[in-house]
């Protein structure tokens, strides 16, 4: 008997112990993405547990009837559980597994640093061509002879003080 007992005592600690878990758990992530589902499970779990912790008081006072309730109301959050659980399966596998978000978050960072790599690059090489520019202009305005420009249609764009 006391083998019985200890055993069942065990499996009821341990069944109030996981909900416990489970609810700090959907508690504290605000994100998850089926908490109903949770709290199912915690309830199916408690009610598992309850049939241990009756078992243990059958030893010491038949109560059949209490017996038959929690294992009635054990059943029914049960095949609750079931039910709401058979549906949630394939939208469960439809999420995104953390490690394809951390492998798509890799890329995205890979790609974000290319771009500013471009970026900088893009800055320096029109830093340099706005230098480039500016001595041009300086030259060309500095020069006493006539300078004169002219587009591919042979149309004058811009002449220095020397023309």
Not at 11 to 40: E, G, H, N, Q, T
Not at 95 to 102: D, F, N, Q
Not at 116 to 124: D, F, G, H, S, T
Request: glycine share 4%; with cysteine; aromatic share 10%.
């Amino acid at each position: 008997m006391w083998l019985h007992n200890l055993s069942d005592g065990a499996i009821w600690f341990s069944y109030m112990a996981i909900p416990a878990v489970l609810i700090y758990f959907v508690r504290r992530r605000k994100d998850v993405p089926f908490p109903r589902i949770f709290w199912m499970f915690g309830a199916f779990i408690v009610l598992c547990g309850m049939t241990h912790l009756v078992e243990i008081v059958m030893t010491v006072q038949p109560m059949y009837r209490f017996s038959g309730v929690v294992k009635v109301a054990t059943a029914g959050v049960s095949i609750s559980t079931f039910i709401a659980l058979v549906p949630l399966i394939p939208v469960a596998l439809a999420l995104k597994s953390p490690k394809l978000l951390e492998e798509v978050n890799h890329r995205l960072e890979a790609e974000i640093a290319e771009r500013q790599k471009v970026q900088e690059e893009l800055a320096r090489t029109n830093a340099e061509l706005r230098e480039k520019e500016a001595f041009a202009r300086s030259v060309t305005e500095s020069a006493s002879d006539a300078i004169v420009s002219a587009d591919d249609a042979g149309t004058i764009v811009s002449w220095n003080h020397g023309a």
